[in-house]
C-alpha cells in the first residue's frame, strides 16, 4: 500500500470530484494522503477532507508563493495546529523563482513567513512541510537560524542538489520525490535519490500538478503515486512492493500524529 504524502485536492482540478478520486486511490492500492494546506483561507476546506475521510490527514501552512493572502502568526498556526486530524505544518519555506523584477533583498516577508512557520513548528512539535525553488542557501540557512536543531519535516518535491540534500539529512530532514523523478531529463535527481538513505525517502505527487510518466502533462492524482515509487525503487534496485512499504513507515514515523489518531479511533 502506498501514501501520497503531498497533494492539492482542495485545488480545482480535483475537489469536484474526491469521490473519484478516492475511487482511483483504492483501485491503485493508495491507501492514505497527505492534503496540504496552502492559504489560510483555504485550511477549512483542506482540514474538511481530513475530518471526513479516515485516510486523509491535512497540514497548516501559507505558500511562499501566495501574495494578497492573510499573513499567518505563530498563534494562528499553532491553534489551528491544535485541531484532530491536523499532522504537519506548512507548506512553507522560500521560492525565488518567480521574483517578478524584485531582487532576493526584497523577498524579506518571505523569510519572515517562513521563520514564522518554523517558530509554530517547534511551539506545536510538528514536522514542517518545506517547499524550496531557486532559494536552497536562504530556505537552509533560515531553517538553521529559526530551527536551532529542535525542527523536523520533509523537503517535499525536491529537486536540488547532492549538497543540498545532504544538508537537508544533516538537519534531520526527510527528503520528498515526485512525478519528476520520472521525468527522462532528470537523470540528475535520480543521482541524487540514490544517495538519499531508503529511511529517509518519501514519496508524493503534489497533484493535481506534475503529474509521472505515462500522464506527464495531464491532471495528477494520488493514484499516480505508485508510478513514483516505481521509479524511486528502480533507482535503489529494490522491488517496488519494498519500497512502497519502507516509505509508508517513513510517512508514518515522520507524521506521528496519524498514527495517534489511527490510536485513538481505536481505543
Ligand atoms: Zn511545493
Ligand atoms: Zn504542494
Sequence with gaps: MYVDSHCHLTFD??????????????????????????????????????????????????????????????????????????????????????????????????????????RAARATGLPLVVHTRSASADTLAVLRDEGQGQVRGVFHCFTETREVALAALEMGFYISFSGILTFKNAQDLRDVAAEVPLDRCLIETDSPYLAPVPYRGKTNSPAYVPHVAAALAAVKGLPVETLAQVTSRNFEALFSGVLATATRERE
Design 13 to 118: 482540478e480535483l475537489h469536484g470530484r474526491i469521490d473519484a478520486v478516492r475511487a482511483d486511490m483504492a483501485a491503485a492500492g493508495v491507501d492514505r494522503a497527505l492534503c496540504i494546506c496552502t492559504t489560510l483561507e483555504e485550511f477549512d476546506k483542506v482540514h474538511e477532507l481530513a475530518q471526513h475521510h479516515d485516510n486523509f490527514w491535512c497540514t497548516v501552512g501559507v505558500h511562499p508563493d501566495n501574495e494578497g493572502v492573510t499573513e499567518p502568526d505563530v498563534a494562528t498556526l499553532t491553534t489551528l495546529a491544535a485541531r484532530p486530524r491536523v499532522v504537519g505544518i506548512g507548506e512553507t519555506g522560500l521560492d525565488y523563482y518567480r521574483l517578478n523584477g524584485r531582487s532576493v533583498a526584497e523577498m524579506a516577508w518571505q523569510r519572515e513567513r517562513f521563520a514564522v512557520h518554523i
